[in-house]
């Protein structure tokens, strides 16, 4: 087993999808041509997500 360092930095969640300050911490992204990422989202008090949609779904895990 190999374990290597994202080399993918945090981003402000896009304002058409959140609002308040959101994170995102991209961690694991398969290669083309899939659509498979992980990524944990952190919300800063009174920020939520908005109201969207994922065309080919998506799954969430809350912690």
Known sequence: MQITRS???TVRGPADR???????DAVAAAPRPSR???????????????????????TV???
Do not use: C, E, K, N
């Not at 959140?18 to 995102?24: A, E, H, S």
């Not at 498979?36 to 998506?58: E, K």
């Open 7 to 9: 080399s993918m930095d």
């Open 18 to 24: 959140f609002t308040g300050d959101v994170r995102i």
């Open 36 to 58: 498979v990422t992980a990524d944990p989202v952190h919300f800063t008090p009174g920020a939520r997500t908005r109201w969207h949609r994922h065309p080919l779904s998506q």
């Open 61 to 63: 895990l809350v912690t």
